[in-house]
Structures are given as structure tokens and as C-alpha cells.
């Protein structure tokens, strides 16, 4: 996620900016940029790769005189990351750095398609946007016309020679904080606290829909009032945002995730993948390798290649792959699933599908990772950084990349694309934390801490999102859960079924109920604890978590998905383990 710093006083701003945005490192970025307006004269400066580039950049420079100075790391959604498409972008007298997605940004460049564009963002649309209004209107009418016209989520800051001593700022669906800085005529901007830690006392968390300006006389909102209070701080608890634990924060992140990975991948109801326009698609088949988290990703995604897309796909567990000598036809594509693009078995899989012969295709969050350098192909799955151990968001955005390549793959004629996009493109709400239910999940928990284990059950793609519930409580809780596939309990482990056993039932009402329904009354009849995740009420459960009416059992996925990562926190919490570090494991396993 892109990290904002803006300043606006008379300290030397460089280091104030270079500064705010190392406390910002831990968003992730590829590239770092800053701009500076003092004396009405305008500089930016922006560089690829890691933040000491910049410094390097600008070591001879420092800027001593009032104004204002503005600051970015950026992590890459829409254009390569490179020096031209990093932040700030600017126009003939502005500059703006940005966080977030203009989705109507196409539009706005054929309505100024007389302007020279410097970089493939859509961030630039709004600078040169904001320079059409400002020729004839005033800067604040101009920006306010600007904020009229933009779509999308963003927090934005802009700065401009017309008004020399001023940052514009605004926000929506993107974090920004004000802070006051020692006296009443300097202030500063970030996206998180973390950077105001030991410099503010005070701070102001912008609405939904705020917007307006600083100046050395205050701030101007043009659509409320701003409430300051006192800021915490502990470091550690400012780089979460407000929340308890890292976990909980990337479990909220997951509604801004889909939007950043919809950038430039659906046009004109098609799904586009630059990478991937060389990919010859003459293959007949996929296997897909992968570990842990992702190995359960790849298994749900099975379904939706094989249903829905028409395409044969296998799955193997990495560590496994590496030494049955599996046979692998040339004419499939091997495609491989890892968080960081180092993990070990997973590359050593990579590469024996490549002497093999075979074309492969890399999924993973890292850019320039081993695993993203060794594919002959590599989709960025675009979760920003996860700083818990027990993935979530990155269990979310590989499960989307892989339901976008399935469409991008399609093999099936039959296939409604224009349902699935419409389901994909309304993920971002489906996937909002419901605050009820995350309070009846806090209520619940301390239901669930005695007994002798756990079932997630459920059938078809809903069968791997019980192994991943089940791997997210006893990874980071302790407590023994087995996921599996609802048909299979009569076939073994109903035998384990008594009073003493918690049930969690996925039950879709899009796919297979009435056989998932079936399966937990044989379990509730032998006196298991039953806690039934539906849409539909079912009486016979001890406990129930209501799910949202949705048309495509993918949106039921992710909308549960979401409630089982709730009730591994929540049940974590109540027993005391460290959520974002637990015993014994690693967020990157790089040994065998």
C-alpha cells in the first residue's frame, strides 16, 4: 500500500519527509518520491527501488524556508515501477502524490486529451485535471471541482504555485491523519500515525469524503470540522492503524486490496493481464504447487478452472512435488503460488518444471523475488505487505488473481463473463467487516475454548477454505482443528463426533446446501457443538452467523472467508497467544 507524508512549515523539509517516509517502509513500495514548493519555486524529486535511492538522490539538498513539502512511497497498482510513474506527478505549476485508485481515470484523459501525459498512472489525471479548473477558478473552487469530478478511493495531497504556502488535501476509502505539529502555524499529513510519533501531540482522523486545505492560519475543511485528539505514543500500535494487532488490520485491508488489484485488469468487461500478452495459450492443462496458505488458494481455485473455465488442473503440494518425480506434460502450464517469492520448496518445484521443459507462471507479492525472477511469467498479486505471520489478505488476493486468470484462460464458451466480472467488481463491498458480526464473533469465542478440537467442514471450493480456517486457528491459537470435506465425515471422523467436538459448517446457498446441510444434521444427531455460517437460518445449530444474499457462490466464499479469519482472531485473543507472532513459525520459510 502506498505510504503519504506532507509537511507545511519552516523546518528543513527534506529530512522531514525522508524521515516519514522510512516510518512508512513497513506499507511496502518500489519507489519513493517528494516535492517541495518554498519561495514559489516548485521541485520534485522521485527514484525507483528502495528509499535510500532518493536519499542518495538528494544528500546535496536541503530546503530551510517556509512552505510546504509533500512525500510518497509507492506501491506499484497501475504503470511499471519506475522513476517516470512514481510519485509526485505533476503538471506546469502542481505537484500530487496519491494513494488509491481514480477509477474513472480514462475518462478524465479523454477529457483532456490535448494534455501531454508523463507517466501511465492514473494518479496524473488528477494534477493536470486540477490545472484545467485552476486557470480560470480559484485553487480552492478548482480542487473542489476536482474532488466533484474523481471516482474512486484515494487520499490525495496537492500542492501548487497558486497558492505557494498550501497543501490541498482530500480522502476517501484511504487512510489520512492531520497532526498538529509544535505550534499553531505547522502541521503535518500521513497515512498512518507512525511518522507523527514524538512530533504531534495532536491528531485529526479525516472522514470519508473530507476535504479541503492547510495553511499557516489552520485548517480549512470544505465539508465539516475537524476534531483533534491526543496521539498515542507507542510506535508499534501506531503502525496498526487504530487496531488491536496486525492481523485484525489486514483483515480489514482486504476491501481496499480487490480495488487495487482491479486496476487495469477489467476493460471494457474483459480481463486484461499485460504480463501475460506474450502467453501463448496453446496448453491443455494446469498444474498448480504451492505451500500452506497458497497450497489452499491453488486447491479452491481448482474448481473454478475445471467448472467453470473447461480447464483440466492439478494440484500438488510443493514439498511433496519435489521428490515423487511426478510427470509433467509439456503441455501444461505450470503455475506456482508463494506470499514472498522465496519459499524454498516452492522454487525448487519452479525449477524442475522449467528443465522440464514446461512454460511457467508465478504468483506471489514480492516483486524481483527469486520465485517472480525464475517464471517465464509473473503475476504481482498486489496485497501490499503483510506484516502478521498467519496470512489473510494475501490469502484473499491470490484467491482473486486466480479467479481473474481462470477468466483470462476461459476455455468454456458457455461461461458468463459478464456475471462473474459483475461479482468480482462488487467483491470490495462483500468483503467490508460487518461490525456486528465481528462483535458476535468476540461474544462467541469465549464459547470455544474448551472441548478436544475442531471440524471446518464444507463441500466443493468451500472444502479448502475449511483447511484454511483450520490452519489459521491452530496456527496461531494452538488448539487442534482438521479441516474437511463435509461428504467425508461418515467415512472416519464422525467417529471423533460428541459434545466435546466444535463443528463450523460452511453452508453456501449457491452450491451444494442441501448435501452440506445433510452432512451437519449426522453430526448434530451425535451431539457435536454445531456453529453454522449461512445465508439461509438453520435451527438445528447451537450457534449461527448470519452471511449477506449474494448470487455467486465465489462472493459467498470470500464474505466467509472473512468471518473464519474473524473467529481464529478472536479465539487467539481470548486465549492469549500472540496473534501476529505465533510459536514456532516463520512469514517466509526458506529452507527446506
Not at 227 to 250: H, I, P, Q, V, Y
Not at 264 to 290: P, T, Y
Not at 479 to 490: I, L, P
Not at 511 to 526: G, M, Q, W
Request: charged share 25%.
Amino acid at each position: 500500500m502506498c505510504g503519504i507524508i506532507g509537511y507545511l512549515g519552516q523546518l528543513e523539509k527534506k529530512e522531514i519527509i525522508l524521515k516519514g517516509l522510512k516510518e512508512l517502509e513497513y506499507r511496502g513500495y518500489d519507489s519513493a518520491g517528494m516535492a517541495v514548493l518554498e519561495n514559489n519555486e516548485l521541485s520534485f524529486f522521485k527514484k525507483a527501488g528502495k528509499l535510500e535511492n532518493l536519499v542518495n538522490f538528494m544528500k546535496n539538498l536541503n530546503f530551510n524556508d517556509e512552505g510546504v513539502a509533500i512525500g510518497h512511497t509507492r506501491w506499484a497498482t497501475h504503470g511499471k515501477p519506475d522513476d517516470t510513474n512514481s510519485h509526485p506527478h505533476y503538471g506546469e505549476y502542481s505537484c500530487i502524490i496519491h494513494n488509491g485508485i481514480i477509477e474513472n481515470y480514462k475518462e478524465i484523459k479523454e477529457e483532456l486529451k490535448t494534455t501531454h501525459f508523463n507517466s501511465q498512472t492514473d494518479t496524473e489525471v488528477v494534477v493536470h485535471l486540477f490545472e484545467k479548473y485552476a486557470n480560470t477558478l480559484s485553487p480552492e473552487k478548482a480542487f473542489s471541482e476536482v474532488i466533484k469530478k474523481i471516482d474512486g478511493a484515494y487520499a490525495i495531497l496537492l500542492i501548487t504555485k497558486k497558492a505557494p504556502n498550501t497543501i490541498f488535501f482530500a480522502k476517501k476509502n484511504a487512510p489520512l491523519i492531520i497532526g498538529k505539529g509544535s505550534n499553531n502555524s505547522e502541521f503535518y499529513m500521513a497515512s498512518c500515525d507512525a511518522p507523527l510519533v514524538g512530533i504531534c501531540k495532536q491528531v485529526a482522523y479525516l472522514n470519508d469524503g473530507d476535504f479541503g486545505f492547510l495553511d499557516k492560519n489552520g485548517i480549512h475543511l470544505l465539508n465539516g470540522v475537524v476534531e483533534f485528539k491526543e496521539l498515542n505514543c507507542d510506535k508499534e500500535s501506531a503502525l496498526k492503524d487504530g487496531f488491536d494487532t496486525f492481523m485484525e488490520k489486514e483483515i480489514y485491508e482486504q476491501s481496499q486490496i480487490v480495488q487495487n488489484i482491479l486496476i487495469g485488469r477489467i476493460i471494457n468487461d474483459k480481463v486484461c493481464f499485460d504480463e501475460l500478452k506474450n502467453l501463448n495459450q496453446d496448453f491443455s492443462k494446469i498444474i498448480i504447487c504451492a505451500c500452506g496458505t497458497s497450497y489452499h488458494a491453488a486447491l479452491a481455485s481448482s474448481y473454478i478452472y475445471e467448472r467453470s473455465a473447461n480447464i483440466e488442473c492439478r494440484v500438488e503440494i510443493a514439498s511433496e512435488f519435489r521428490y515423487k518425480n511426478g510427470f509433467l506434460d509439456k503441455n501444461a502450464l505450470f503455475v506456482c503460488i508463494s506470499q514472498s517469492g522465496e519459499t524454498a520448496d516452492t522454487l525448487e518445484a519452479l525449477k524442475i518444471a522449467k528443465n522440464a521443459g514446461l512454460k511457467t507462471l508465478a504468483l506471489c507479492n514480492v516483486d524481483n523475488s527469486s520465485i517472480a525472477r525464475e517464471a517465464d511469467y509473473c503475476i504481482l498479486i498486489r496485497a501490499g505487505i503483510e506484516k502478521s505471520v498467519a496470512s489473510t489478505k494475501a490469502f484473499c488476493a491470490q484467491m482473486l488473481n486466480l479467479w481473474l486468470l481462470a477468466l483470462y484462460l476461459n476455455k468454456n464458451p458457455n461461461l458468463d463473463i459478464k456475471k462473474e466480472l459483475l461479482a468480482i467488481k462488487d467483491l470490495s463491498n462483500v468483503l467490508k467487516v460487518n461490525k456486528n458480526t465481528h462483535d458476535k464473533l468476540k461474544r462467541l469465542s469465549k464459547r470455544y475454548l474448551h472441548g478436544h478440537g475442531f471440524f471446518f467442514i464444507g463441500r466443493d471450493l468451500f472444502y479448502p477454505l475449511a483447511l484454511e480456517a483450520a490452519l489459521k486457528l491452530k496456527e496461531i491459537s494452538y488448539m487442534h482443528a482438521e479441516g474437511y470435506a463435509a461428504g467425508e465425515m461418515k467415512h472416519g471422523p464422525i467417529a471423533l463426533a460428541d459434545s466435546e467436538l466444535f463443528t463450523i459448517a460452511f453452508m453456501p446457498k449457491n452450491i451444494l446446501y442441501d448435501k452440506t446441510r445433510s452432512n451437519v444434521l449426522e453430526l448434530s444427531a451425535r451431539d457435536a457443538n454445531i456453529l453454522a455460517i449461512s445465508p439461509i437460518e438453520f435451527s438445528e445449530a447451537d450457534d449461527f452467523i448470519k452471511t449477506s444474499e449474494q448470487e455467486h457462490y465465489l462472493s459467498e466464499f470470500f464474505e466467509m472467508m472473512v468471518i473464519m479469519q474473524l473467529f481464529a482472531l478472536e479465539i487467539t485473543n481470548r486465549v492469549g497467544a500472540n496473534v501476529d507472532m505465533p510459536r514456532n513459525l516463520a512469514k517466509s520459510v526458506t529452507v527446506e
